[in-house]
Structure formats: structure tokens, C-alpha cells
């Protein structure tokens, strides 16, 4: 019995060595060099910026499926093949213009508009009705005693606290759905409309320090088929400080903007008597656009899927300029190419992964997490079977804090949120092989960039699924047309990408199923 334990023992020890072994083995594939041949391709003229529904948003997921069938992935059976197609609708702003008094505002510069939410409009009015933060729950409701039939309505973003911690509604810490980034918009739209409001201002006061680069993300245009019915005889937009205060005043705007900023309750309903005019237009179009997946199938926990995603479309072509969106995010997509090509190695050399690894390429993001949406809510593999979500979205440049400085670090995001295990995991890895300085700051719950639901992950969070963010932060080519190959730190790409691998390695061929214990907020 002792020798059977001693080699019971040894056998455990010489798997452990050898599944260390082919981890570094296959990691080669990760390369500087690999890397920037996918990119030079994924981020040269030819594809044209990548936007969504264009040639160069073919072209691009044409070339990705190309690779993962060059390295020998498997397409789902599901689909039948590496391309997941599904429908948007295009809604493009011909005009978004609003007067208060003489007062003339282009909306495209001082408000968002998100056009799902918004039919043609041209009105008049004299009178604004404020109804708070506009709620209508059982245990808050703004419109109390307020009738707003057939009036245009100022309300406020979010939702009130009754201490710095604690929310009204639901009496956490944890905010309700009347102010969650994803859930918010449509949620008071809809009370408006229910009680009768032709249109509604809703004042963010925040919305003047968020750049150009972040509005073109809110307001991308796109939307599924079925949202099309929310947007008839609707009329939201979204205000900053400029409209407020021409709206109410300087001393009254100042107020709005204290209250708000502290989450206070915002007072009784007052009437604003100034003349309005609004006018919106959009037209409307119908395009077919295309998820690529493919996948290596696991041994003998090959039903449970391990998934590592990125974003390949980008902005486009716009008057003339061409976005190249080198490292938004066509570096997280050269990334996933990377470690598809290390699985898939790794699977042709006989060292299958225990779980079944999918490589998710989604379009979309930068209109609002389309592909992402789209494969949660048709997945070519059970989410209740999925284990996590690595996603990769900008890793090849350093940003504003990192410039000129040292450049070996990643900020990792969400980590913590559902897993309990998968930071110890992210570290560990980190520790033996790639040594990143890993920086959690975005992971607070109060910051203003909300890169926590702004990329692919976020949709498999919604479903309760782990996931972990790799993100390089903000730099001065963000969402520029420079944002160009030629500043792509390669070598720091390299560590990287291979640090989501070795993440994804572990998680894949460890025995336990990684926990989901914790509530996602």
C-alpha cells in the first residue's frame, strides 16, 4: 500500500511538471513576431476601418475565419461553419438640432442621442415639467401626483441614495435597474411613455467630460430588429451643462448638478416656461453581420467551454480618414489568434485541454456589444456549461498614467466580481510566467469610464458567468484614425496575450469547475 502511494504520488507530481511543460511549450506561438503579421493585416488600409456592417468588417472576419481554419480549429456544430450571422438595423442622424429660447444646440456636439430610442421628431413647446430622477417603482416613484400627458419632461440620470452607501430603491449598496448602465435608458423611456410624455430631457451630469471617442460608442446607430417598436413616438435625449443651464438657469443648474452629483433626493416637480424646439431625423437600413467562431474540443471535460473573446470591428472609414483601430482592438484580436494557434498546436501535438476551449472574434462592440449580445442570446455553446469569459480589448500600447514610463503592466477588470478563485488564478500565472505589473483601479465600482460595461465580457457577466478584462487603458490615439501599427508595442503584446493564455490553460484543465460565488456587482 505505501509503494502504491509513493507512486500515486509520483504519477500526480510528473502530470503536474508535464502540464507545466506543455503550458511554455505552446506559448511560443504567442509571439511578437506572430503578432505583428495578424496586425499589419487586421489594421492596414484594405480593411477600412472595420465598422461594422461595411467591405472591411467582411474583410476582416473573412480573414479571421481563414485563420481559424488554417490552425486546425473545429467550427460549431451548431452553426455549421466559422461565421455566426445575424441582423442589425442601421439607423443613421440625418439632423439633431435643439433651440432653447435663442439658444442653438447641435446634439451631436451637447447631448446623446441613441437613435433605437428616438423616432423622427419636430416639435414646439413652452413648458418643461421636472419630475426628478423619473421613476415610477412601488417604493419610489417621481410622477406621484405629476401629470405630464402629452408634455416634454427634464429628468435626471441615475437614481437617489439615502446615504453616501445605500440606494433608495433597493436599500444596498447595489443599484437598481432604474440606473444600471445597460437597463437604465430604456427603463425611464418607458415609464415616460407610460405616463403620457411626448418627449424627455435627461440631464447627465457628467456627460461634458466624456470625450467625443466614448458619445460615438453610446451612439453607434445599430440596434436589433426588435427594438425598432420601443422607438415609435419616442423622443430622449440625453443633456450635459450648456442645455441645463439654458434650460433653468445658471443658479438652478448649479443646484441640479450639486444634488445630482451627491445621488440626493432631487425635490418636488417645478415647471420650466421656455420656448423649445427639437427637431430629429434618421433613416433606417437592414444589414447582415458576422460572429467568428471556432473552437478546440476538450477531453473528458469537454462539455464544460472555456471562452477567450475580443472585438474585431472598429469606426470605419469617415470622410476620407480611415480608423485603423491597430490597438482598438485589433490587438486583443491578434491576441485571441495567438493563443487560438497555442491551443491548437497544443491539441495536434496530443495535449488536448480537459475543457472545451472557444475562440469568440465578435463584431459590434463599438456600436454596443452587438456580437456579444448576440451569441448570449443564441450561443453556439450552452452558457450554463460556460466556465469564464477572457476577454481581450486593447492590449499593444501603454496609456496617459503609463506613458513614457514603465510600460510592463495590464489593468485587469472584473476578476473579482463572480469568481472567488479567478484572481488567485490571473496571479499566480502572472507570478510564474509574465510577470505584469497588474493594475486593478478600473475594478472600482464608482468609475467614471465604466470600462467594466463597456466591452464583450460584460454580456457573459449579465448571465452570471465569471469573467476577467485585459485592457491596456486610454491613450492619445484612442478612437483616432493614428491609432496605427507602427505604435504597437509588440514585446509588451507578447506578455500579454500570453498571460490571458495562461489564465485560460489553467482554468481549462484544472479538475474543479471555476466557482461563481459572488453577486457580479
Not at 136 to 143: E, I, L, P, T
Not at 367 to 394: C, R, W
Request: a neutral charge.
Amino acid at each position: 500500500m505505501k509503494n502504491f502511494l509513493i507512486l500515486c504520488s509520483l504519477l500526480f507530481l510528473l502530470a503536474i511538471s508535464s502540464c507545466g511543460s506543455n503550458v511554455n511549450t505552446f506559448a511560443k506561438y504567442i509571439s511578437a513576431e506572430r503578432l505583428k503579421q495578424h496586425l499589419t493585416i487586421i489594421a492596414s488600409d484594405s480593411m477600412d476601418g472595420r465598422e461594422m456592417a461595411t467591405d472591411g468588417e467582411r474583410k476582416a472576419s473573412n480573414y479571421i475565419s481563414k485563420q481559424f481554419k488554417d490552425f486546425g480549429l473545429t467550427p460549431s456544430p451548431k452553426l455549421g461553419g466559422y461565421l455566426q450571422g445575424f441582423e442589425v438595423v442601421k439607423d443613421s442622424i440625418e439632423e439633431a438640432m435643439l433651440w432653447v429660447g435663442t439658444n442653438k444646440f447641435s446634439l451631436k456636439k451637447y447631448g446623446r442621442i441613441e437613435p433605437k430610442l428616438n423616432d423622427n421628431a419636430d416639435f414646439i413647446t413652452d413648458t418643461i415639467v421636472f419630475v426628478g430622477y423619473g421613476i415610477d417603482s412601488g417604493m419610489y416613484n417621481d410622477y406621484k401626483n405629476i401629470d405630464v400627458r402629452g408634455k416634454t419632461i427634464l429628468i435626471c440620470e441615475g437614481e437617489p441614495k439615502t446615504d453616501s452607501t445605500h440606494y433608495s430603491i433597493t436599500g444596498t449598496d447595489k443599484k437598481s435597474a432604474w440606473s444600471r448602465y445597460s437597463t437604465e435608458g430604456e427603463k425611464k423611456l418607458m415609464a415616460a411613455k407610460a405616463h403620457g410624455a411626448k418627449g424627455v430631457f435627461v440631464y447627465n451630469e457628467t456627460l461634458d467630460t466624456i470625450s467625443e471617442a466614448y458619445a460615438r460608442y453610446v451612439v453607434g446607430g445599430f440596434h436589433p430588429p426588435d427594438k425598432m417598436e420601443n422607438s415609435k413616438g419616442s423622443n430622449y435625449i440625453v443633456i450635459g451643462n450648456p442645455i441645463l443651464k439654458a434650460l433653468v438657469g445658471e443658479k438652478k443648474g448649479s443646484e441640479l448638478f450639486s444634488a445630482l452629483h451627491n445621488r440626493e433626493q432631487l425635490g418636488v416637480s417645478f415647471i420650466i416656461n421656455k420656448p423649445i424646439q427639437y427637431i430629429f431625423k434618421k433613416s433606417t437600413s437592414h444589414k447582415t453581420v458576422n460572429n467568428v467562431i471556432g473552437y478546440v474540443e476538450g477531453t473528458d471535460k469537454k462539455d464544460e467551454f472555456v471562452i477567450v473573446s475580443a472585438h474585431y470591428d472598429h469606426l470605419g472609414n469617415h470622410g476620407g480618414e480611415i480608423y485603423h483601430g491597430a490597438d482598438d482592438n485589433g490587438s486583443g484580436t491578434c491576441g485571441l489568434l495567438g493563443i487560438a494557434e497555442a491551443f491548437s498546436k497544443a491539441a495536434a501535438s496530443g495535449k488536448r485541454p480537459r475543457r472545451s476551449v472557444i475562440f469568440l472574434s465578435v463584431t459590434g462592440e463599438e456600436k454596443g456589444l452587438f456580437g456579444s449580445k448576440n451569441y448570449v442570446a443564441h450561443p453556439a455553446f450552452p452558457l450554463e456549461q460556460t466556465v469564464v469569459d477572457i476577454n481581450t480589448d486593447m492590449i499593444g500600447r501603454t496609456d496617459f498614467d503609463h506613458d513614457g514610463k514603465d510600460s510592463n503592466y495590464i489593468y485587469v477588470i472584473g476578476d473579482e466580481k463572480i469568481s472567488s478563485e479567478l484572481r488567485g488564478i490571473d496571479e499566480r500565472n502572472n507570478k510564474e510566467h509574465t510577470k505584469l505589473d497588474l493594475d486593478y483601479k478600473y475594478n472600482d465600482p464608482n468609475d467614471p469610464n465604466r470600462f467594466y460595461y463597456r466591452s464583450d465580457h460584460y454580456e457573459f457577466a449579465q448571465k452570471h458567468i465569471p469573467i476577467i478584462f485585459y485592457f491596456d487603458g486610454v491613450h492619445k490615439d484612442y478612437h483616432k484614425p493614428t491609432d496605427t501599427v507602427n505604435k504597437i508595442n509588440f514585446e509588451i503584446m507578447e506578455k500579454r496575450a500570453r498571460l490571458a493564455y495562461y489564465t485560460a490553460w489553467e482554468i481549462a484543465n484544472r479538475e474543479e469547475r471555476l466557482k461563481a460565488d459572488k453577486s457580479g456587482e
